[in-house]
C-alpha cells in the first residue's frame, strides 16, 4: 500500500526481501544489493540480472508482474479498497486482529501493517580518547561523515584499492633506495638506475596482493619503473641545483598539541647542504596541488594539514625547518618537478601557526563528547572513491549528467 502511495524503491525493496513477496531469501538478497546500485527493483529484473535457475526466475518475474498491477491501480482507492487489491494481487490472507499489531507476513500468507517504530534518540558521540593524526583531521574537514564511518565505529572494512597499493609499494621502493644513496651524485648513476629498479621490482612483489590482476600488477610495476628513471633523472639535476642529504626515511612522530595526541610517519627528511635546513619531504601517487601557491591556499583555507604537522614535529624536535615539499609520482609521462613551499617566504609562519592552531580546534571539538551530528560533504566528487558511499544515506546526489547536442 504505501508503495502505491509514494513509489518510493526502499519500500518495493523491503517487499521482496519479505516472506510476502514468494521470492527466495538469498534471490531477494541479491536483488536488493543491485537495485541499490541501478536504476531500480524492476528494471533490473527486466534485464535479467542475475541470472537465475528457470525456477527462481519465474518467481522473481511474478512478483515484478504483481508489483506492476498494484503500482497501475487507481490513485483513487481508499484505503481498505487498496488493502483488498493488495491482498488479491499477491493472493495472501488478511492476518487476523491479534497478529496486525505485530506486524507479521506468515509463511502461511498473511499480511499485516507493522506499527511505526519509535525513532531513537540521537547522542552524541562519546569523546575522542586516542591518538589525532593530519590525516585523520584531513578526512574529518572534508566530510565529517567519512571520518565517523572510518575511525569513529569502523562501519565498512575497506579491503584497499590498486591505487593504494601502488602508492604503498613506491613508498617502499623509495624508503630502501635512499638508504643506499642519501646523497644522490651523477658519478653514482649507473648504480642508482640499477638500484632503484631492483628496488621497485622487490617492493611491487611484496604489495602484489593488492592488484586485481596479473596483468594490473604488471602494468603497474612497468608505470613504477618509467615513473622510477624519472625520480632518478631529477635526483641527479639537484646535484648542481639544491644538494641534499636524506638523514631519515618513514621517521615516525609522536607529539602532543597542547595536550592532545598526534602521530604519524615522515616520508623523508633532507639537510639542504648549501643552508642546513631541514626539508620535510611528502612522496605523492595520487593527486595533489599543481603548484606552491595552490597548496599554499590549502593550507590557508584548512584543507591539509600534513605538512604544517610535520613542520610543527620537527621544530618541536629541534630541527629548523625551512621547505616542505611534496614530490608528485603518478604520471609516468611527466618529469618529476617537486612543488616547494619556502617556510617564511611561500608561506607565511602566521598562517602555519593558525594551521596548528585550527588542528587543535578539531581535536578538542572531537574529545568533548559533544557532537551529535556529522554531517556530509556536499561535493559529491568526494564520495567517488569513498569505501563508505553505499552506507552513507546522506551523500550528495550525483551531479545531472550532460549531453551534447
Keep these: 500500500m504505501r508503495w502505491h502511495r509514494t513509489g518510493a524503491e526502499a519500500v518495493l525493496i523491503r517487499l521482496i526481501r519479505s516472506s510476502c513477496s514468494g521470492v527466495d531469501h538469498d534471490v531477494a538478497a541479491a536483488y536488493a544489493s543491485l537495485a541499490v546500485r541501478s536504476a531500480g527493483l524492476l528494471d533490473a529484473i527486466d534485464r535479467g540480472q542475475p541470472a537465475l535457475p528457470p525456477d527462481d526466475r519465474d518467481r522473481v518475474l511474478r512478483f515484478a508482474q504483481r508489483a506492476r498491477r498494484i503500482q497501475a491501480l487507481a490513485r483513487e482507492l481508499d484505503d481498505a479498497a487498496l488493502r483488498r487489491a493488495v491482498v488479491e494481487t499477491f493472493a495472501l490472507t488478511e492476518a487476523a486482529p491479534h497478529t496486525r499489531s505485530q506486524g507479521i507476513c506468515s509463511a502461511a500468507g498473511e499480511i499485516a501493517l507493522a506499527e511505526p517504530a519509535q525513532a531513537e534518540r540521537g547522542q552524541a558521540m562519546p569523546p575522542w580518547r586516542k591518538h589525532f593524526s593530519a590525516s585523520a583531521l584531513n578526512t574529518y574537514?572534508?566530510?565529517?561523515?567519512?571520518?565517523f564511518y572510518r575511525y569513529a565505529c569502523a562501519a565498512i572494512e575497506d579491503p584497499g584499492s590498486a591505487a593504494s597499493a601502488y602508492g604503498s609499494a613506491f613508498h617502499l621502493a623509495l624508503e630502501d633506495f635512499h638508504g643506499e644513496f642519501p646523497r644522490p651524485q651523477r658519478s653514482q648513476e649507473p648504480s642508482m638506475r640499477r638500484r632503484i629498479r631492483?628496488?621497485?621490482?622487490?617492493?611491487?612483489?611484496?604489495?602484489?596482493?593488492?592488484?586485481?590482476?596479473?596483468?594490473?600488477?604488471?602494468?603497474?610495476?612497468?608505470?613504477?619503473?618509467?615513473?622510477?628513471?624519472?625520480?632518478?633523472?631529477?635526483?641527479?639535476?639537484?646535484?648542481?641545483?639544491?644538494?641534499?642529504?636524506?638523514?631519515?626515511?618513514?621517521?615516525?612522530?609522536?607529539?602532543?598539541?597542547?595536550?592532545?595526541?598526534?602521530?604519524?610517519?615522515?616520508?623523508?627528511?633532507?639537510?639542504?647542504?648549501?643552508?642546513?635546513?631541514?626539508?620535510?619531504?611528502?612522496?605523492?601517487?595520487?593527486?595533489?596541488?599543481?603548484?606552491?601557491?595552490?597548496?599554499r591556499e590549502k593550507i590557508r583555507r584548512f584543507e591539509d594539514f600534513q605538512l604544517p604537522f610535520y613542520y610543527w614535529a620537527r621544530t618541536a624536535a629541534g630541527d629548523r625547518v625551512t621547505r616542505l615539499v611534496l614530490i608528485p609520482l603518478k604520471d609516468a609521462h611527466l618529469d618529476v618537478r617537486p612543488i616547494v613551499v619556502n617556510v617564511g617566504s611561500t608561506v607565511a609562519m602566521d598562517e602555519l601557526e593558525r594551521s596548528r592552531a585550527r588542528m587543535i580546534e578539531l581535536s578538542d571539538e572531537l574529545a568533548t563528547g559533544e557532537v551529535a551530528h556529522f554531517k556530509t560533504t556536499g561535493d559529491e566528487t568526494t564520495c567517488s572513491y569513498c569505501a563508505y558511499a553505499i552506507a552513507c544515506s546522506r551523500k550528495p546526489p550525483p551531479e545531472a549528467r550532460r549531453f551534447a547536442s
Excluded at 574537514?141 to 567519512?146: F, G, I, K, T
Excluded at 641527479?236 to 642529504?245: G, I, K, S, T, V
Excluded at 616520508?267 to 593527486?287: F, M
Design 141 to 147: 574537514v572534508e566530510c565529517p561523515r567519512r571520518w
Design 198 to 295: 631492483e628496488c621497485v621490482t622487490w617492493a611491487f612483489e611484496q604489495n602484489r596482493d593488492g592488484f586485481g590482476t596479473s596483468v594490473e600488477f604488471e602494468l603497474q610495476v612497468r608505470r613504477a619503473q618509467r615513473t622510477a628513471a624519472r625520480y632518478v633523472d631529477w635526483l641527479l639535476e639537484q646535484e648542481n641545483e639544491a644538494p641534499f642529504e636524506v638523514l631519515g626515511r618513514e621517521v615516525a612522530v609522536d607529539i602532543e598539541l597542547e595536550g592532545r595526541p598526534f602521530v604519524g610517519y615522515i616520508d623523508r627528511l633532507d639537510r639542504d647542504e648549501r643552508t642546513g635546513g631541514i626539508g620535510v619531504v611528502d612522496y605523492k601517487t595520487g593527486s595533489i596541488a599543481l603548484s606552491a601557491a595552490e597548496y
